[in-house]
């Protein structure tokens, strides 16, 4: 079968490479949509020699193995990558993503692949039957908009509250979407100011002025003079917590949806937080009952994502994709394996 790996120095290969074994008790997946994540983009320089990424994943059932029947060859489904316990200590307190099966679990070998091994308990946890009207693009979205539903769970969001996202990529977008969903008013800050204007006319944001003087005036402003109740920084954590520090109110939250570089240190006034009764939190990745609500999301069209995706490629192409991502002329990129 045909896969794209990664090499340590970052570099990409489009190979020839041998399609993995039935697992037992599991199923193999065509795959028909696989995302390129953020997260993989940052861990292109970090992987060893072979390795295959991508985890945004929706396919075809091409073969289960004997006593598996919650799917049928033939099926389409969409399928997250990690699996937690759901009885640890992590899994107990809220913290799925924590738990040490959610970080050893995985798709074999990854989604950068025309044919990926998928276990039971996965298939079991946290897939999902495709339905006739829904394109296997917009399936594939499933999984990074169940990091949102929980980063939205964990953030206890009351309606009425106003909540600044900084920073739409795809994640961002999805965030203020779903803050709108549940009923926030949400302000939108990005560097792109196509970005905060697609914002508004797709998820009714309201876009904040880039410059920093009139910044400061607009959010006092929106906020009678407060700060936000919330800030989430959906890109750029580093750059920008000292950014959300300065927007959010006395006792306000600081979210964090998006970290810095293996090794890059962050540097900001303690007191900031201290003084002002800050809580500073962050999400990482979904969970089982999160990946349920966004399927849900999805299919129900009561979040639309297709705008979102802003290229369909062949595998082959991957590097055209991840150029568009990084230039930021794409949101997100889906790769279609079958058509390489």
Same mark, same amino acid.
């Given at each position: 079968?045909?896969?794209?790996?990664?090499?340590?120095?970052?570099?990409?290969?489009?190979?020839?490479?041998?399609?993995?074994?039935?697992?037992e008790g599991g199923a193999l997946l065509r795959v028909t949509a696989v995302g390129i994540c953020g997260s993989d983009l940052v861990k292109l320089g970090h992987t060893?020699?072979?390795?295959?990424?991508?985890?945004?994943?929706?396919?075809?059932?091409?073969?289960?193995?004997?006593?598996?029947?919650?799917?049928?060859?033939?099926?389409?489904?969409?399928?997250?990558?990690?699996?937690?316990?759901?009885?640890?200590?992590?899994?107990?307190?809220?913290?799925?993503?924590?738990?040490?099966?959610?970080?050893?679990?995985?798709?074999?070998?990854?989604?950068?692949?025309?044919?990926?091994?998928?276990?039971?308990?996965?298939?079991?946890?946290?897939?999902?039957?495709?339905?006739?009207?829904?394109?296997?693009?917009?399936?594939?979205?499933?999984?990074?908009?169940?990091?949102?539903?929980?980063?939205?769970?964990? *953030?206890?969001?009351?309606?009425?509250? #106003?909540? +600044?996202?900084? @920073? =739409? !990529?795809?994640?961002?977008?999805? $965030? &203020? /979407?779903?803050?709108?969903?549940?009923?926030?008013?949400?302000?939108?800050?990005?560097?792109?100011?196509?970005?905060?204007?697609?914002?508004?006319?797709?998820?009714?944001?309201?876009?904040?002025?880039?410059?920093? *003087?009139?910044?400061?005036?607009?959010? #006092?402003? +929106?906020?009678? @003079? =407060? !700060?936000?109740?919330?800030?989430? $920084? &959906? /890109?750029?954590?580093?750059?920008?917590?000292?950014?959300?520090?300065?927007?959010?109110?006395?006792?306000?939250?600081?979210?964090?949806?998006?970290?810095?570089?293996?090794?890059?240190?962050?540097?900001?006034?303690?007191?900031?937080?201290?003084?002002?009764?800050?809580?500073?939190?962050?999400?990482?990745?979904?969970?089982?009952?999160? $990946? &349920?609500?966004?399927?849900?999301?999805?299919?129900?069209?009561?979040?639309?994502?297709?705008?979102?995706?802003?290229?369909?490629?062949?595998?082959?192409?991957?590097?055209?994709?991840?150029?568009?991502?990084?230039?930021?002329?794409?949101?997100?990129?889906?790769?279609?394996?079958?058509?390489?």
């Open positions: 079968m045909k896969a794209v790996t990664a090499d340590p120095s970052g570099g990409l290969h489009y190979i020839e490479m041998p399609a993995p074994a039935l697992p060893a020699d072979g390795t295959v990424l991508g985890h945004e994943v929706a396919g075809v059932i091409i073969e289960t193995a004997p006593g598996f029947t919650r799917f049928s060859p033939g099926d389409r489904v969409t399928t997250a990558h990690h699996i937690p316990c759901g009885s640890c200590v992590y899994c107990n307190g809220g913290n799925e993503s924590q738990c040490l099966q959610f970080r050893e679990t995985n798709l074999h070998p990854g989604g950068w692949a025309e044919t990926i091994a998928v276990s039971g308990a996965h298939l079991n946890a946290v897939a999902f039957p495709i339905p006739d009207d829904m394109d296997d693009a917009v399936a594939s979205l499933t999984e990074p908009l169940g990091c949102c539903v929980r980063a939205i769970r964990r *953030s206890e969001v009351k309606p009425g509250a #106003r909540i +600044a996202v900084i @920073g =739409l !990529g795809p994640v961002g977008m999805m $965030l &203020a /979407a779903l803050y709108r969903h549940a009923g926030a008013r949400v302000f939108v800050l990005d560097r792109i100011e196509k970005r905060m204007d697609e914002a508004a006319a797709w998820y009714g944001a309201l876009p904040l002025p880039t410059e920093p *003087s009139r910044l400061a005036e607009a959010s #006092r402003a +929106a906020t009678d @003079g =407060l !700060g936000f109740d919330q800030i989430v $920084l &959906a /890109a750029g954590a580093g750059a920008t917590l000292t950014l959300g520090l300065d927007l959010v109110r006395r006792g306000g939250k600081v979210h964090l949806f998006s970290g810095t570089p293996e090794g890059e240190l962050t540097r900001f006034d303690l007191n900031a937080i201290y003084k002002r009764e800050i809580t500073l939190f962050s999400t990482y990745s979904s969970s089982p009952r999160d $990946l &349920a609500v966004a399927f849900d999301l999805i299919a129900t069209r009561k979040i639309a994502c297709e705008n979102l995706i802003s290229k369909r490629l062949p595998l082959s192409r991957i590097e055209e994709g991840i150029r568009a991502i990084r230039s930021g002329d794409a949101y997100k990129v889906v790769l279609e394996p079958a058509r390489s």
